[in-house]
Structure formats: C-alpha cells, structure tokens
C-alpha cells in the first residue's frame, strides 16, 4: 500500500482532502489514527477570516453544496495548531491568499511544520479574489507557483479548479512553474439550492461549491486529461466513498487520493476501509504495488 508523492512516504494513498475536519491537530490527528496515510489541514490564509454567515453548506442529491467563505484563523493560530500534530502520517499544510507575496509569506511561515504546502486557487466561493479566480488563469497561477516556489524547500501541490475552458492549460502551467504535484479537483459549480417554502437561496452566500459522489465521473475526467499532459504526479479527488472509486482515480492516472465529503456518510472508519479493501482487491488481482495500476485506462 505505500506509496511515494515527490518525496513524501506514505503508508498508503489515501488523504483527508482539505477543509473537512481539518481544522485542528486534533481532528488531523484523528484522521490519521482512523487509517489516512496523510493529511491536509483546512486552508488558511494570512490573516483570520469570519468566512460567510450560516448557513454555509446544505445537502443535495449526489452531495454537498458549500459556501463557507475560507473561514480560517489566520497563519499565527494555525502554526499553533500544526504544532501539536502527531507527526504518525505527513501533514499538508493548505493554504491561500490574494497575490503571490500573500502565498509566499505563509507558505515560509509554516514550511518548517509541514511535510508539504497545497495550494489553494480553486476555490469557488473565496472572498476579495482569492480561489478559483486565480486558479482559472494560467498566467496568474504561474506567478503565484513560482513565487512559492523561490520561497520553500518543501514540496509543492497545486490544488486545481475544473470550473474552467481546459483544465490542462492550467495543470501546465502549474507544472512549467515549478508545481511538485497537482490536486484535482476543488468543488464545482458554483451550484445554487432554493428553499422551496420561502423562494429564497438557502446558503446565505447563495452560491457554492458542490463535492460528493456526483462530482466524481467530472473529477476522474480531469484527472484523466491532466495525466496525459504532465509529468508531475496527480493527486485525486471528488466524489470517493469506496475502494471501487479510488481504482477508477488510480486507472485514470492519480498516485493517490483525497476524500472529503463522504467523511459526512460514513465517518472518519472510511480511510480504514477504503484501504483495507483495496489492499484485498490488489491481492485477487495479483497486484503487488499501486504503481503497477496508475494510469492503465490510458493503455486500453
Ligand atoms: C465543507 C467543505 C469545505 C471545504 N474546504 C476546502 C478548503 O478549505 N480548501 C480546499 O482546497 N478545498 C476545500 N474543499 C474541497 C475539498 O477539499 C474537495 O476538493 C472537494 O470537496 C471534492 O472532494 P469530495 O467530494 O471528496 O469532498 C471543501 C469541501 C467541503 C465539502
């Protein structure tokens, strides 16, 4: 089950994707005691942030939608709380901000805590031009990557949004920029719910980003394409609730995976399970390492 993404050793390919209970050490903590063969905290920013006012994310058919703003508080606290991690599985450390200066300034705050920086240019709900406005312009995520870049020691993965014309042209210039690993993908949309008593939007930001199972066939495709077109490795998400999905980001190209949202269905055991579970299918099939299996869609 263990693998190697740019450096970085893990026991097995399955991570807590970021902003899912991630929030604190202990909670960090906990998904690594419940199996994760590493894990990505919440992203934070530079300073603190109240994010949106409730209510921030509410159920539909196929997932979750959110809009919770980035809440976050602020690289000083965060340090705090990387501080305290068990150190049993690698942490990432996901973080975002507005300009390069803002990346390159936390990513150097924290590099000596972390295993690994994630950076944040995808998401769809961030306020004042952080999140998927930079991450939907190559030149603009190119400028951000270099930047952290010139900055850390530490491996760098780029978190991508599909809510874009060509996903590759954007996973390039990450790679060409000096990105180490590209994450995909961040949620999509935005998507909307209404509540049908009241006519009004239910999140209070009205739009956010959908995650859960109906995002997976759209995750797999990104990272499908990006695989063709980098040499960098891809690191999986969107939609994995069993062994069965991580196969099919494992087939389309991914070294290993994120989960987030099925976290909510099925508890923090799912990491457990998951591997357990792919480590008997791999016996069946007469696999003895994960490499053997990356990217055979592409052979077919
Ligand atoms: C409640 C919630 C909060 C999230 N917060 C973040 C975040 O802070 N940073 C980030 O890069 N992605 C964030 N995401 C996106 C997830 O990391 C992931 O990319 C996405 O949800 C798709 O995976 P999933 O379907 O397994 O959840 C968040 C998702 C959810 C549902």
């Not at 390039?172 to 006519?199: C, E």
Request: contains cysteine; aromatic residues 6%; hydrophobic residues 40%.
């Amino acid at each position: 089950m263990e693998i190697e993404l740019c450096g970085i050793k893990m026991k097995n390919p399955t991570m807590l994707a970021a902003g899912i209970l991630g929030s604190t050490a202990s909670s960090l903590n906990w998904a690594a005691k419940s199996g994760a063969g590493a894990v990505v905290t919440k992203s934070f920013g530079l300073n603190s942030n109240k994010g949106y006012s409730n209510p921030t994310t509410v159920e539909v058919t196929g997932g979750v939608i959110n809009a919770i703003g980035l809440s976050n508080p602020g690289v000083e606290n965060f340090q705090m709380e990387l501080k305290k991690l068990d150190g049993s599985v690698p942490a990432i450390a996901s973080i975002y901000g507005a300009n390069p200066d803002e990346f390159s300034k936390i990513a150097t705050h924290i590099q000596e805590d972390v295993d690994a920086i994630e950076l944040n240019v995808s998401c769809p709900h961030a306020m004042g031009g952080c999140g998927a406005a930079i991450g939907q312009d190559p030149l603009l995520t190119s400028s951000i990557v270099s930047a952290v870049k010139e900055s850390v020691n530490v491996p760098i993965l780029v978190k991508l949004t599909p809510n874009v014309t060509d996903i590759v042209e954007v996973a390039v210039s990450a790679q060409d920029a000096g990105a180490d690993a590209l994450t995909l993908i961040n949620s999509l949309g935005p998507g909307m719910k209404i509540d049908i008593t009241t006519g009004k939007p239910i999140l209070s930001n009205r739009f956010g980003g959908m995650s859960g199972p109906a995002i997976k066939p759209v995750a797999v495709r990104c990272v499908y394409d990006v695989f063709d077109a980098v040499e960098i490795p891809v690191v999986g998400v969107g939609g994995i609730r069993n062994y069965e999905d991580v196969l099919e980001f494992i087939y389309a190209g991914a070294t290993c995976v994120q989960i987030g949202t099925s976290i909510m269905y099925e508890g923090m055991e799912i990491f457990g399970k998951v591997v357990n579970d792919l480590e008997v299918f791999m016996e069946k099939m007469g696999y003895t390492k994960l490499e053997e299996m990356v990217g055979i869609s592409h052979k077919q």
